[in-house]
């Protein structure tokens, strides 16, 4: 990738900075329409969840018209909105932390049926930064600070200390 899609160098000298869904490498910098992309996702994904909702809407009626009891409509209610704070929480502790692999493998059923939390979780973190960016900046500026610590040199010729008596 070169300098005029993402923001960063063709041949950088140290590590490169991990892309974020939505926003590249852009998030580095702050540059190339950052803030109208955080715009864009905050504001898409409140429109996805609220599309969610509508359609949820419509598969609650449709078991409404079915008449298939009072119980079915609260274990249904119940399901996706415990379903929904799950999966919310998870998505949110990915924006700060690694998820573990297999516990995600484990929840992407659930992560399925609760789609609107995570739709959610990612609107609310744009309202602040990138979803994940602070994740990703620690990340990489420890990578820098280590590549920095690799690279620099030392001064002086290490035999010709003066050892402590």
């Given at each position: ?102 516990r995600h493998a484990n929840l992407r059923g659930l992560l399925a049926i609760g789609f ?7 609107f609310f973190r744009s309202l602040t930064e990138a979803p994940g960016e602070r994740l ?24 010709k200390k003066r050892r402590k008596r």
């Open positions: 990738m070169s300098s005029d899609e993402n923001g960063t160098p063709d041949n950088p000298a140290g590590p490169r900075p991990e892309p974020l869904r939505f926003f590249g490498t852009t998030w580095v910098e702050h540059s190339d329409g950052y803030r109208a992309r955080r715009i864009g996702v905050a504001v898409g994904s409140l429109a996805a969840a609220a599309a969610s909702c509508l359609v949820l809407r419509f598969a609650y009626d449709g078991i409404q018209i079915a008449d298939s009891g009072g119980l079915v409509n609260i274990l249904l209610v119940a399901m996706f909105a415990i379903c929904s704070a799950l999966a919310f929480r998870h998505t949110w502790d990915g924006f700060s932390r690694r998820p573990d692999a297999e609107v939390g995570s739709l959610l979780a990612y990703h900046r620690r990340e990489y500026e420890a990578a820098l600070e280590q590549h920095a610590k690799r690279t620099t040199r030392r001064t002086g010729n290490p035999a």
